[in-house]
């Protein structure tokens, strides 16, 4: 076929699979910017998703009873800030595959790494390593790092880097086995992505827990390209800790209030914690006795109380995948959705554009590296120009990322419509 009868052919197939997408009606539940009059191709919900609708009239609605209710709004209507965080745990637990006691919103995510290691990075004598990724995320590695330093350690020789095989960009569940297994004496923690930013590789945590658990070192991850995106089941696989922002895939706002898993099993146990009031059981918080006496569940972590503004933001997008079904639902679109993507990338652009991202361990998003003779850097310019909104990350990949809530066939189609034009 020719470029132009695949590019026909997608456009045929796009529109059948929106006409019997179950999930279309979502689309118009959220502010999509526009450009040239039209609306943007948003592939950047794994950067900053967009507004729900619902969003400004849930703030709108604490904004007015600060205005007539005062002090008095921690015990009016129907969202009390005193247990404002308790309206978001069990579509918060749902999302994630946990139970409702298990899940807090709390803080930011880089804080909720640390507050988490403060509980679950306990370096003893020879075992003392953190596993990371090498080119983890930044906040993740100086988190990790600093951590180490904090207990007195050196950062050079106590963080343990995985890396891909030499030649590939991926890492293979194998190798991490093979890693946690060889520095199982050494290993006081693992702290690995869910889906993993440059590369939009999802890793197996299942598996990765379960090697962990054989040694008994304690495994976080962090959700941040994870939440919102792939269906997990963080309490069934054993999961000690995770946490995740939620202004990506959950979009709930720039530097919306984060979220925290603490595994069941680790509830009733006398970990040193960080504390604040916050944490404390409730009835007894106000009691000012300075007699501890910790929250039941993931709770007990909590320091202050929460930015309400901000926690109605969280609250509204939520509400929005509960009504969507939950992730089982939504994945299974995405799944379709960035299926669909990968094929007319293969179809379309050939060896023009190289996908990083394992079609046997995919999200929603894909990263690409541009191969044909323009800088990838000047075609995502182009794409941009184009009312096209991806995102660049150095040193050379342009992410997409469409999302099942507010993304279209025909987007993935526009979007690679508009990039064949650009190579
Ligand atoms: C987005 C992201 C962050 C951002 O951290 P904040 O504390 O929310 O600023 C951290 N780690 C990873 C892996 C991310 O993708």
Redesign the pocket.
Known sequence: MTLSQDLTKARQQADQLDATDGLSGFRSQFHIPRHADEAVVYFCGNSLGLQPKKTEEAMQLEMQKWQQDAVNGHFSGDFPWMTYHEFLQETGADLVGAKPSEVVYMN????NLHFLMASFYRPQGQKRKILIEDHA?P??HYAAASQVAWHGYHAETDLLLLKPREGEVTLQTEDILKTIERNADELALILL?GVQ?YTGQVLDMEAITKKAQQYAIPVGF?L??AAGNIDMALHDWGVDFAAW?SY?YLNSGPGAV?GAFVHEKHHDKDLPRLQGWWGHEKTSRFDMDNQFKPAPGADAWQLSNPPILSLAAVRASLEVFKEAGGMKTLTAKSKQLTSFLRQMLEDCCGDKVQILTPEDAQGCQLSLVIKSDKPGKAVYQALTDAGIVVDWREPDVIRVAPTPLYNSFLDAYRFVETLVAEL
Not at 108 to 111: H, M, P
């Open positions: 930011s995510l880089t804080a995320f906040s993740d992505p930013y962090d941040a390209h922002c990506k984060a």
